[in-house]
């Protein structure tokens, strides 16, 4: 089993920057990919972004150019870098995790964190 602890979350103001951690742990973490994802009520969870297992890495459209996903194969964590955030940006983000990219980016995945909140304000 994969369990994922999501930190960093937090309020910023808008146009600031927040950084997101993912830790990993009970399976090899460099045969894992990984993504974030973000959820605001009433709504279905978003894909944000995903980074394979050998660093390939893929976008929503929404943060393109803002947002920057990257792993540290060494600590088992996945990091979500967030700059110049938006109002919109608020949401609970997930963690998730699965063997492949594509599964991931699906929403398919088979292992997910708790969440953690981040709220801009205008």
């Known amino acids: 089993q994969v369990q994922l602890v999501e930190s960093g979350g937090g309020l910023v103001q808008a146009g600031g920057s927040l950084r997101l951690s993912c830790a990993h742990s009970?399976?090899?973490?460099?045969?894992?990919?990984l993504g974030w994802f973000r959820q605001t009520p009433g709504k279905e969870r978003e894909f944000v972004a995903a980074i394979s297992w050998n660093g390939r890495t893929y976008y929503a459209d929404s943060v393109r150019g803002r947002f920057t996903i990257s792993r540290d194969d060494a600590k088992s964590t996945v990091y979500l870098q967030m700059n110049s955030l938006k109002p919109e940006d608020t949401a609970v983000y997930y963690c998730?995790?699965?063997?492949?990219?594509?599964?991931?980016?699906?929403?398919?995945?088979?292992?997910w964190g708790q969440g953690t909140q981040v709220t801009v304000s205008s």
């Open positions: 998730a995790s699965d063997l492949t990219s594509r599964t991931v980016i699906e929403g398919s995945s088979g292992y």
């Open positions: 009970g399976r090899t973490f460099s045969d894992y990919a």
